[in-house]
């Protein structure tokens, strides 16, 4: 892994897009040498590796640590516990749920609110349109802050084609009031930026293949 590749991609952001280093798969050391040149957020998508990267590096409390897979109900108390942005809220009962959850262990964890905006079998996430039905109800809920969206676009596409799934995402988070939008992979960053991206999930960009 070269930690210049992550400058090189941090120079060619804009300021207002924040990056997030998805560690998931890599080691706590490569995520020591990204942290060491100064990059504190990092994603993960299954809580027993994360953890276990947790424990390893409990001494670097800058860190910021962001959970992006597929929650599972019997996980959300452990991610809540763990995790200061969720960005991969996909149903109204699994977002009740960790706000019960967050009320009882006393935090207030940021969601990005995953939606579906393609037909894709292999994706979860709201229904845009059962979103908006919900949304007084989900903005009652406590202990919680809504910051932003999150998508993923289905793999093939061509790059005007991400960019108008992307472009969408970013639509109904403005008609929500919602600044954030968790879009963007190492494949299709450049159309997430242009679309209006926040948030850029990058893994191999940034540590290199997984192995």
């Known amino acids: 892994m070269n930690p210049s590749n992550f400058l090189k991609i941090k120079n060619k952001i804009p300021s207002n897009v924040n990056i997030l280093a998805v560690s998931k798969g890599f080691k706590s050391q490569e995520i020591k040498i990204i942290q060491n040149i100064g990059h504190n957020d990092f994603g993960e998508s299954k809580f027993q590796e994360a953890y276990e990267k947790q424990l390893i590096l409990k001494d670097f409390k800058q860190i910021k ?76 809920l406590k202990n919680i802050t809504l910051s932003g969206l ?13 960019f108008e799934l992307f472009k969408k995402c970013r639509s109904l988070a403005d008609s929500l009031q919602l600044p954030d939008c968790s879009m963007g992979m190492s494949g299709d960053w450049q159309e997430a930026i242009d679309a209006g991206s926040t948030w850029l999930r990058l893994g191999s960009l940034i540590f290199g293949n997984r192995t």
């Open 150 to 162: 999150m998508t993923i676009n289905p793999r093939g596409l061509s790059p005007n084609e991400n």
């Open 65 to 140: 640590w962001h959970f992006i897979g597929r929650i599972q109900s019997n996980k959300i108390r452990k991610i809540v516990q763990n995790f200061k942005y969720i960005h991969s809220v996909d149903s109204f009962e699994k977002l009740q749920k960790i706000s019960n959850i967050a009320c009882e262990e006393n935090k207030n964890p940021f969601i990005m609110l995953q939606v579906k905006l393609s037909d894709d079998r292999n994706k979860g996430g709201f229904n845009p349109e059962l979103l908006k039905l919900k949304w007084t109800e989900i903005r009652e």
